[in-house]
């Protein structure tokens, strides 16, 4: 195989591992391999947190860790939370959601389970074509008067349609609020993300941008709303012995949070090494008919913590096709969100017309792939990576007969 990105045309067996050629990484490349940051920084919060015998109920480190994410994000409250699951729950309910809340189906399911969870129905609305985020014009088209409010996810740390579901959500009375699990550190028109709607929440899981192994957090500007949300992560504790509100333990260790402070202290570096890699995957992709790039709106700032390459019907193999070619060569690239969350349970069986009124969430479920990318992935593993991508496609018919032939 070239290293220079050029298709290998002439071949009678391409050189692909689907053909029995040795794969092209000897181990398994991942999409979401964890950041850790500088090591002895981390064992030295360890030691601290280990000598000082004071694991979790909000330490020293978590109270540091939320005051540096209000301060980055331009919030006044921070309020960390176990996962960015419980954030989303512990904020659903902080907020009185109840009925029906209308939600993307293109996301993580845990979007949808958040609210399912509290027996709150998610009602799925369509996704814009390019943005893969919300539809206003689908939102409105599903509101009713069981609605209650709206979560917008910002996938792919790309912002919503933050002013249209704004103004929407004032006409109709909903409260508005933001899953930015891929966003921290993104913004939108020169404010950052997690400072829109009534709240946001980001997740820290360890395959996110900033990783405290598992965490999140929930943030906003609303003082009594933080409030509510630090009681109810802390089972509704005020104070010894005296629980003035219904709660759960959401809370986030000391141990994680340390964890955190440390990714954070290479957030900028992190972040400039998934930008060089993004632009390697535009470079050498660029010109593939049917194959094209997610492309960033210049009013914005990503952190491009996900390389999303969307393969169209005119391409020379399909999403799965590739996918499958790519595995092959241990190139885990993923088919998030298939097939959505609306053909997941328990929403396949509750809404089985659901898919009708999600015309181009069906079409992006079947043709977002995603490829691996962050610190441990170098530009040369990109210029290994591409190769792949080119051959098979250059060696389409082959390789459609050899997955007939299976
Ligand atoms: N909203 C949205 C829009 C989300 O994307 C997510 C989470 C949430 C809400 C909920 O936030 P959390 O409650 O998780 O904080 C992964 C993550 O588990 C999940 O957190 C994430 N979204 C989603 C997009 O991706 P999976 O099932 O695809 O893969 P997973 O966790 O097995 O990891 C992917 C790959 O990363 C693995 O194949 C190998 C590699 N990996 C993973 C872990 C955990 C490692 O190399 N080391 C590791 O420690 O969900």
């Given at each position: 195989m070239s290293g220079s990105g050029k298709p290998l045309r002439s071949e009678k067996t391409p050189s692909l591992a689907i053909f029995g050629a040795a794969p092209a990484f000897a181990e398994k490349l991942h999409?979401?391999?964890?950041?850790?940051?500088?090591?002895?920084?981390?064992?030295e919060r360890l030691n601290d947190i280990l000598d000082r015998h004071w694991l979790t109920n909000r330490g020293d480190y978590v109270i540091e860790l939320e005051r540096r994410i209000a301060q980055a994000v331009?919030?006044?409250?921070?309020?960390?939370?176990?996962?960015?699951?419980v954030g989303l729950e512990l904020l659903t309910?902080?907020?009185?959601?109840?009925?029906e809340v209308i939600v993307p189906a293109f996301t993580f399911v845990a979007t949808a389970h958040a609210l399912q969870w509290q027996e709150i129905t998610p009602v799925f609305a369509d996704i814009d074509r390019d943005t893969h985020c919300l539809d206003p014009?689908?939102?409105e088209a599903m509101i009713t008067p069981r609605t209650s409010g709206i979560i917008g996810v910002h996938i792919w740390g790309r912002p919503c349609a933050v002013e249209p579901l704004t103004e929407l959500a004032v006409r109709h009375n909903l409260k508005l609020i933001f899953d930015a699990a891929h966003a921290f550190a993104c913004s939108h028109k020169d404010r950052m993300i997690g400072s829109f709607g009534e709240a946001e929440v980001f997740s820290f899981h360890a395959t996110k941008l900033l990783n405290t192994f598992e965490g999140g957090a929930i943030v906003t500007?609303?003082?009594?709303?933080?409030?509510?949300?630090?009681?109810?992560?802390?089972?509704?504790f005020a104070g010894f012995d005296r629980v003035i509100y219904i709660g759960t333990n959401g809370k986030m260790s000391e141990v994680c949070a340390a964890m955190g402070l440390t990714n954070l202290e290479s957030l900028d570096e992190i972040i400039a090494g998934n930008e060089r890699n993004y632009r390697a995957y535009r470079k050498q992709l660029n010109g593939i008919p049917g194959i094209g790039l997610m492309q960033y709106d210049g009013r914005d700032c990503g952190n491009y913590q996900y390389v999303v390459a969307v393969v169209d019907d005119d391409a020379a193999l399909s999403r799965d096709e590739l996918v499958e070619v790519l595995h092959a060569e241990n190139v885990i690239a993923r088919r998030y969100f298939y097939p959505g969350v609306h053909r997941m349970e328990p929403y396949r069986s509750y809404f089985p017309h659901a898919h009708l009124l999600l015309p181009v969430t069906e079409e992006i479920c079947r043709k977002v792939m995603v490829l691996p990318t962050g610190p441990s992935v170098s530009e040369e593993d990109i210029s290994r990576i591409c190769p792949v991508i080119h051959t098979a496609l250059a060696n389409a018919?082959?390789?459609?007969?050899?997955?007939?032939?299976?």
């Open positions: 999409v979401g391999r964890p950041t850790i940051g500088d090591r002895n920084r981390f064992f331009g919030v006044r409250n921070c309020v960390l939370v176990c996962n960015g699951t309910r902080a907020l009185g959601l109840r009925g014009d689908s939102v500007n609303n003082d009594g709303l933080a409030e509510k949300l630090r009681l109810m992560q802390n089972f509704g018919p082959a390789v459609r007969e050899r997955f007939a032939r299976r």
